[in-house]
């Protein structure tokens, strides 16, 4: 049996030993792994906290200056003896005998305490206490509960990063939801601005009616007070005639009686009572027809008054036509400032568009890059991670192994603990260019958004121009027409060889039999031959573009601003709902696309082309071609017929021959423009081969401008008493009989069904013009003979 003073120096030395060891060796469990743990990706607990899962820490005595155990002393085996009495150390501290201490130094050094490591209970101690101490915790349960928290460590790092990964998707699922709002606002405005351009277009339609309305009743009064004033002239004369022949009567009745007087003179009293009974009788009869001669002059003045009247009130309302020609020259002046501001707003947003495209595609591409170089750098750390987190498993394991040799490997612990903080810096040095790339991938995706702002404010912007040079144009027209009216007007106001309106309109009632019917037959003719030739172009482009390989099924979200504005060009010409089945056809392929949208939406154009360049006085030159419309109709009104027929030849001499080929190259161009436009917007992207495809078709085409021209030059040949007029229905239009054929019926041109507007429906909606027609349209009457209908595509057959 040891003594006590034996088991406490055993103790004494151990203690010492220990402290010694672990004070100069830091790389023990309990000074290492908090150091190595406390600065991990992952964070761990404090090594206090991995030690409160064992059974209960012993509570050590209070002492000051005392060093921290090592686990390996605390796992020393050591005896007690249960019979010692707790007087033995109330006072005096027990101190190991040399023999035994020396003895025993060499055996137990490694596990021993010294005498300033243990303080000696006082009589109130428990000795449990002192038991419990030395128990310790074990070894592998602690290794365990280290593994097992690392363990939940990482699940819980796994855990917050999917986290994060479902916020970011969130965002995503918002910012798509949000972008989707915008479009549906945008779409909301469009629809806006579109039915209060109809409700404007309704609102003129009805001005223009009730002032037609005005003008035809104010023309109707004159001309039933003109018919009242030479009825009442005649009137007035037929009575003058009466009375001077009554007067006449009367005087040779008297003569005659006179001369029967003088022959008479024995007649009796009685004839002559009965002769001064019969020449008082004339006498009232003359002085009767004297008053009514004299009632008859005061009417004829007050009918002459009432004349003046007239003459005055026509007076003021030339002087109005006056202010309207001014207020439309003024206009004329606007509308042609308002083009030039919208070509130069054009030309800027071309530029603007190009510029803020190219922009857009470094800023794209950039981007990709950056993004790809960030993956790369980011998939590149992980697997630095990785590799370091295996490093790190690797040294753990070397530590484990390293516990046994902790005594003698202080070196190299710090030296591993130098590793471990360098390591600790790389993943911190890595953290922040992680960081500072998200924001760099923040900064480009802010950027992107506000190009895409920028580039649908233009998209706007042009939509909105693009609907005001419609609206300008419409307004030309409607202008054009009234001073083609006033000038028919005035020219039958003017006309002083007592030709009347309905002998002009019975000289020119069957044109085609006139003196300029083989011209007219020559253009309906060509307008024919124009109309086939169509067609067929139309059917042979859809049946080659339909053959090409490459083709964009889905279009990217960057396609989306073009579509819109090219949407917007070809709204006017080929309807919406065309562009929209157009659009809906796009991502077929192969035996499931139906080509006959594209070929419609083809000859559509081709129509529309041809016809503009037909009605233009100066192709190419199409807002000068307005202006120099509307100065012939002016000089037509002021200066007569002859003198605009005049000026219209010398003009047309003046401008390019249609034989240029400098003019029939650029008109190929415009003609190809909506072309591929069309095609663009039905999924086909421009490559070699489409380019290749529609050099294929120049010929062609080049006949098609040929063959407008020539109608160009048959129509623009003036003619005294009329103008030969191409007719194209525009989109949205309802459908006339009388005036245009369905495209899809037998029906023949010469037979128009009663048309009733009864009838209405949304099917009978145009859609757009596949063939033009011709028309003559008179000056003076402005009555029309329709030689040639147009054929128009009605909604219904798109549905069907």
């Known amino acids: 049996m040891f003594s006590v003073s034996k088991l406490i120096g055993r103790k004494s030395r151990s203690a010492k030993r220990a402290a010694t060891t672990g004070s100069d060796t830091p790389n023990s469990r309990l000074s290492v792994l908090p150091d190595l743990d406390k600065h991990k990706t992952f964070a761990e607990p404090a090594p206090s906290s991995l030690l409160l899962s064992t059974p209960p820490a012993p509570v ?132 806006a601005l579109t039915e209060k351009l109809e409700a404007d277009k309704n609102t003129h339609a009805e001005k223009t009616a009730s002032l037609e309305g005005e003008i035809q009743a104010t023309r109707e009064k004159v001309r039933v007070l003109e018919e009242e004033r030479k009825a009442l002239k005649v009137q007035v004369e037929e009575e003058r005639k009466g009375a001077e022949a009554a007067r006449s009567r009367a005087e040779e009745e008297a003569r005659r009686f006179a001369e029967h007087k003088k022959q008479q003179a024995a007649l009796s009293e009685k004839k002559d009572r009965e002769a001064q009974r019969s020449t008082s009788e004339l006498t009232s009869q003359i002085k009767s027809l004297t008053a009514e001669k004299q009632q008859l002059s005061q009417r004829l003045t007050s009918l002459e008054g009432e004349l003046e009247t007239i003459r005055g009130d026509s007076k003021s309302k030339v002087a109005v036509i006056t202010d309207l020609r001014q207020s439309a020259q003024r206009r004329d002046a606007e509308v042609q400032q308002l083009k030039e501001q919208a070509s130069q707003l054009r030309a800027s947003l071309d530029e603007e568009k190009a510029r803020r495209s190219e922009e857009s595609a470094k800023a794209q591409r950039s981007l990709a890059e950056q993004r790809s170089q960030m993956e790369e750098r980011l998939a590149q750390f992980e697997k630095e991670k990785e590799a370091m987190e295996v490093e790190i498993g690797v040294q753990r394991e070397q530590l484990a192994m390293m516990e046994t040799k902790v005594l003698g490997n202080g070196e190299e612990s710090n030296q591993h603990q130098l590793q471990n903080r360098e390591l600790k810096d790389v993943i911190a040095q890595q953290d922040r260019e992680i960081n500072s790339m998200r924001a760099q991938l923040t900064e480009r995706m802010e950027q992107i958004g506000a190009l895409e702002n920028n580039e649908d404010n233009l998209i706007n912007r042009f939509i909105q121009l693009q609907s005001k040079v419609d609206a300008v144009e419409r307004q030309n027209r409607v202008m054009l027409d009234q001073v083609r009216q006033q000038s028919d007007e005035l020219i039958v106001r003017s006309s002083g060889d007592g030709t009347s309106v309905g002998q002009i309109s019975k ?157 029939s190259s650029r008109l190929l161009t415009y003609v190809i423009q909506p072309l591929e436009e069309v095609m663009g917007l039905s999924g086909w992207a421009k490559t070699v081969e489409s380019e290749q495809m529609m050099q294929s078709f120049h010929k062609k085409l080049s006949e098609l401008v040929a063959l407008a021209l020539q109608v160009n030059n048959l129509a623009a040949t003036g003619v005294v008493g009329g103008r030969l007029d191409p007719t194209l229905v525009k989109a949205g239009n309802i459908l006339d009989p009388r005036l245009m054929v369905d495209d899809n019926t037998n029906e023949s041109e010469d037979c128009a069904s009663v048309f009733s507007y009864e009838a209405f429906s949304r099917d009978s909606e145009v859609v757009c013009t596949l063939a033009l027609g011709m028309r003559w349209v008179e000056d003076y009457t402005q009555k029309e003979q329709v030689f040639l209908k147009p054929r128009v595509l009605l909604r219904s057959a798109l549905d069907g």
Request: hydrophobic share 40%; charged share 25%.
């Open 60 to 191: 050590l005595l209070p002492t000051t200056d005392s060093p921290p155990r090592s686990t390996a002393a605390s796992l020393a085996p050591e005896k007690e003896s249960p019979s010692i009495p707790a007087p033995t150390l109330v006072n005096k501290p027990t101190t190991p005998e040399p023999d035994v201490a020396s003895s025993k130094a060499s055996e137990d050094a490694p596990n021993a305490l010294t005498d300033s490591d243990v303080k000696v209970p006082g009589p109130d101690a428990d000795w449990a206490v002192l038991d419990s101490h030395s128990v310790g915790t074990p070894k592998k349960e602690a290794e365990q509960q280290v593994t097992s928290l690392e363990e939940k460590d990482q699940a819980a790092k796994i855990a917050s990063l999917e986290s994060e990964l479902k916020e970011m998707a969130a965002k995503l699922q918002l910012g798509e939801k949000a972008f989707a709002e915008k479009v549906a606002s945008l779409e909301g405005e469009v629809k």
């Open 507 to 663: 000289m020119i009632l069957d044109i085609r039999h006139g003196p300029v019917g083989g011209r007219v037959e020559q253009a309906v003719r060509v307008i024919k031959v124009l109309n086939d030739e169509i067609y067929q172009t139309a059917a042979c482009l859809a049946d080659s573009v339909v053959n090409l390989e490459k083709r964009f099924v889905r279009p990217a979200p960057s396609d989306n601003a073009l579509s819109m504005v090219v949407e917007e060009s070809l709204k006017s010409v080929l309807g919406t709902e065309l562009l929209k089945a157009l659009v809906d056809e796009a991502p077929n392929t192969g035996a499931e696309y139906n080509n006959f949208f594209i070929q419609t939406a083809f000859q559509g154009c081709l129509t529309a082309c041809c016809w503009r360049i037909i009605t233009s006085w100066y192709p190419m030159e199409w807002e000068y071609g307005d202006f120099l419309a509307a100065l012939y109709e002016r000089i037509r009104g002021t200066g007569g017929i002859s003198k605009a027929m005049q000026w219209r030849r010398l003009t047309q001499q003046s401008c390019v021959s249609s034989s240029n080929s400098v003019l």
